[in-house]
């Protein structure tokens, strides 16, 4: 049996601090539960947004009472458009396996952040959803990390390094998530990028280079732009080293007007 739980929506406000969801309070799990099977985070503004500025949102799960660290993963972004935009979408929910042992019995707890990489003249509310199974898993629990900073994006059609993460104890990458965000819209141009990541510590020179999910701009002085669905691609399951440095890169396939703003997160497996 599976069961499902909410960490209520909390505003994140409009500046870049870390903040706790699910009204500041913890989140526990039912007694029964040996298993947290997934989350699906999910977000929404509070008001009308404000042209040229984007929601990148990480979130954040930490526990005292549970070894899951570290699990940082991004929301899928709210796009903002061009002059009175008429339209915005936030884009369809996803699950983010987790596959973390729980204690049967206990009244273990989670504590949930999130945080924007970008300020915004308007707020932003975080939720999440917890997926539990009172079975034990044998799947191996997934782990997430990002980058601490976002990186921008220039305007040339060329590669732009952002910054560096490294993973400890990790043994195989098995995710990738790649986004690039507009900042201020100039109609007619489209946000067409790809990232690729690289180390030294992986276990061969393969390649690991994914396509953004393109974002696309109209005619006229009142632009709308959105992005129906955040990318993630599985199954990757590149062996590392105990200490793994990745870079990554933002290859610009067309020239912009306005720079915009990027990031990649990795999901990986440990020892």
């Not at 526990?28 to 509070?46: D, N, R």
């Not at 440095?245 to 306005?258: G, K, V, Y």
Request: hydrophobic residues 35%.
């Amino acid at each position: 049996m599976t069961s499902w739980d909410i960490g209520n929506p909390t505003s994140l406000l409009t500046g870049v601090a870390k903040i706790e969801i699910n009204d500041a309070n913890p989140i526990t799990k039912p007694t029964q539960a040996q298993t947290l099977i997934e989350v699906v985070p999910y977000m929404a503004t509070v008001g009308a947004q404000t042209p040229g500025q984007a929601y990148l949102t990480k979130c954040i799960i930490e526990s005292n009472s549970i070894n899951l660290l570290p699990k940082n993963f991004l929301v899928p972004p709210i796009l903002s458009g061009l002059g009175t935009f008429t339209a915005t979408q936030t884009p369809m929910l996803d699950t983010i396996e987790c596959n973390t042992a729980l204690q049967l019995g206990a009244t273990q707890q989670f504590r949930v952040y999130g945080q924007n990489f970008i300020a915004n003249t308007v707020a932003n509310k975080l939720g999440i959803a917890l997926h539990y199974s009172e079975a034990q898993t044998s799947a191996k629990e997934m782990f997430y990390e990002l980058p601490t900073n976002e990186a921008n994006t220039g305007t040339s059609a060329t590669s732009v390094a952002g910054s560096n993460m490294t993973i400890n104890d990790g043994r195989f990458l098995e995710t990738i998530t790649p986004v690039v965000v507009n900042g201020v819209v100039t109609a007619s141009e489209s946000y067409l990028a790809s990232i690729e990541i690289s180390s030294n510590d992986f276990d061969n020179s393969m390649p690991l280079k994914v396509p953004c999910q393109p974002i696309s701009t109209a005619l006229g002085s009142h632009v709308s732009v959105s992005m129906p669905k955040l990318p993630r691609y599985q199954n990757i399951h590149m062996g590392m080293k105990s200490s793994c440095t990745i870079s990554q890169t933002l290859t610009l396939s067309e020239a912009l007007t306005a720079t915009g703003n990027w990031i990649c997160g990795v999901g990986y497996t440990k020892m």
